[in-house]
């Protein structure tokens, strides 16, 4: 693990801050990389986490508002500048600008790191972020050693990065991902990618069993952090069985993590009823679908709950799994599918869905019912039901 500790040039000047972070540093440097500064201007995508400590400091503040931006997970340390006394004494009209910087700052730090029990309930008061953990300082009491700090503080670093696992899937794990799911539910092809990856002229075409070979431990501990989050662990695991991989010794459930803000919906996807309640919406689809065109209609009803869903931000990679099987496995009139899509008004949503199916998963060009649409609204899309840059 790669550390970035900051501390303020503020609170540095205060010797007990600056023999914390000092005494904290020297303790982890025997179990990870460390790199303790108060003036720092490199590539923070370079550390695994970012520990920033220090109260109403810009430089604190804009390097944690960095670090967010480029997706490093972060921890704050307030040491103590948030107790009511410390907040009026800078909220005033003077340093209004801090105020605001503070506030953002502390919402947006993947965890806040708190001293005590005092800290603590000062800290829950003021509701600016519900990930939080305490820990004693070892230089302000004896209930705790320098050695038991540092090692508390070393799990809150993984959970952090554990929390924030979807930032840390990139590209090529992206593409183990895409093997796997593949694998998982569609082993017949899996079986023709792998065998006519290279062949073909296509630069965008996986290297199918390679990634695989590729994934570090903590490729693997991301991946199965985001299956289990998405609900599709289970097809994760098959998967890995198919593509006769070793299978990784991972609990998710024993992982330590703060809660997802947007918690997603991961039972089956509707494809008989739909969510939404707009009354327009259900009788257009009433006049659309024939009692001779179920499968069709079926399809319908999950193309309309899925953009439903992604409004209600509650899509989980689950449902593009269902919506796979169905367009994959199931008999259909792909002609009069794709008459009922556009009288929707559906069809550009559904043809920017199987791209994503054919992107995300691996869906052959045989088995699309319509013609898939590549534009930036589509990448937009994947972003969104993936959660995936």
Request: hydrophobic share 40%; aromatic share 8%; proline share 4%.
């Amino acid at each position: 693990m790669k550390i970035l500790v900051f501390i303020s040039k503020e609170a540095d000047r205060t010797p007990l801050y600056h023999d914390t972070a000092l005494t904290l540093c020297r303790q982890l440097s025997a179990r990870a990389e460390v790199e303790l500064t108060s003036s720092f201007k490199g590539d923070l995508s370079a550390y695994d986490v970012a520990h920033v400590m220090g109260s109403w400091s810009m430089s604190a503040a804009r390097l944690l508002l960095r670090a967010t931006r480029k997706q490093v997970p972060t921890v704050f340390s307030p040491l103590g500048g948030l107790e009511p006394w410390m907040i009026r004494k800078h909220a005033t009209e003077k340093w209004a600008k801090r105020l605001v910087y503070q506030r953002r700052m502390v919402q947006q730090a993947s965890a806040v790191h708190l001293l005590g029990k005092m800290e603590l309930k000062s800290f829950q008061q003021l509701q600016w972020n519900e990930r939080y953990q305490v820990i004693k300082n070892c230089l302000l009491t004896g209930e705790i050693t320098a050695e038991e700090m540092a090692s508390q503080m070393l799990a809150l670093y993984q959970k952090v990065i554990d929390s924030n696992c979807y930032s840390m899937i990139r590209e090529p794990q992206q593409d183990a991902l895409a093997s796997l799911l593949l694998a998982g539910i569609d082993r017949e092809s899996w079986q023709w990618r792998n065998e006519n990856d290279g062949k073909k002229e296509d630069k965008k075409n996986h290297e199918w069993v390679d990634c695989l070979r590729k994934l570090q431990p903590n490729d693997w501990r991301h991946l199965f952090i985001y299956a289990f989050n998405e609900g599709i662990l289970v097809d994760i695991r098959h998967g890995i069985e198919a593509a006769k991989q070793p299978m990784p010794a991972i609990d998710v459930a024993s992982i330590g993590r703060f809660p997802v803000p947007y918690p997603v919906n991961k039972e089956e996807l509707e494809s008989e009823t739909l969510i939404s309640k707009n009354p327009i919406l259900k009788n257009k689809l009433h006049e659309v679908a024939t009692e001779k065109l179920q499968e069709e209609k079926k399809i319908c009803v999950m193309v309309l709950n899925i953009r439903s869903m992604l409004r209600q931000k509650t899509l989980s990679m689950r449902h593009l799994l269902d919506f796979y099987r169905e367009i994959r496995y199931q008999s259909y009139d792909e002609e009069e599918l794709s008459l009922m899509l556009k009288q929707l008004g559906y069809y550009k949503f559904a043809s920017r869905l199987i791209f994503i199916l054919q992107d995300v998963i691996g869906l052959t060009e045989g088995f699309t019912p319509i013609e898939p649409t590549d534009d930036h609204e589509t990448d937009q899309l994947r972003k969104k039901i993936t959660k995936l840059q």
